[in-house]
């Protein structure tokens, strides 16, 4: 949702691609609402590992697949320095946390706090199930209290809490 605001208030149209669905991809990114796609993103909240080029080759496949021209890989954190190399001289954009913080600085004010208006809105400390798009559930296991998928046993996505 932050990203898909980002976009908008740079003044694209940001359509949500559900998720689970589609290979990979979180939004697609158009210029008007009939016009073809200019790129497709995705987007990830990994803080503990950084995104290796895995991840951004898949996403490269994706973008020939869907023949969009470009392509988008926003982090939290950061990436690695393979996968920095494998995007570079190509149509991939990687862009890590202090990436999107400056991106989202360079906004003007009143768009910067609609934008964390509406991504607070809400119900905002549940996380998501990025498989399911969801609200998780609060479960205890054995190792205490985690984060689980409604959906669970068919979707095992948990998050520590
Ligand atoms: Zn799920």
């Known amino acids: 949702m932050l990203v898909q605001a980002l976009f908008q208030a740079e003044g694209l149209i940001a359509s949500r691609i559900r998720a689970g669905a589609d290979g990979g991809i979180d939004l697609a990114l158009r210029e008007t609402p009939h016009g073809a796609v200019i790129a497709i993103v995705q987007c990830k909240a990994w803080k503990a590992y950084p995104v290796g080029v895995k991840p951004i080759r898949e996403l490269f496949g994706v973008m020939h697949a869907e023949n969009a021209p470009r392509a988008c890989f926003f982090n939290s954190g950061h990436f690695t320095s393979e996968a920095r190399a494998f995007a570079n001289g ?72």
């Open 90 to 161: 190509k149509p991939l954009e990687l862009i890590d946390g202090k990436g999107l913080l400056s991106r989202l600085d360079a906004l003007e004010d009143g768009r910067r706090d609609a934008i964390f208006a509406k991504i607070t809105a809400g119900d905002h400390t549940t996380p998501t199930c990025p498989s399911c798009d969801v609200k998780m559930v609060r479960r205890t296991g054995r190792n205490g209290e985690f984060w689980g998928c409604r959906s669970y046993p068919r979707c095992k996505q948990t998050f520590r809490i």
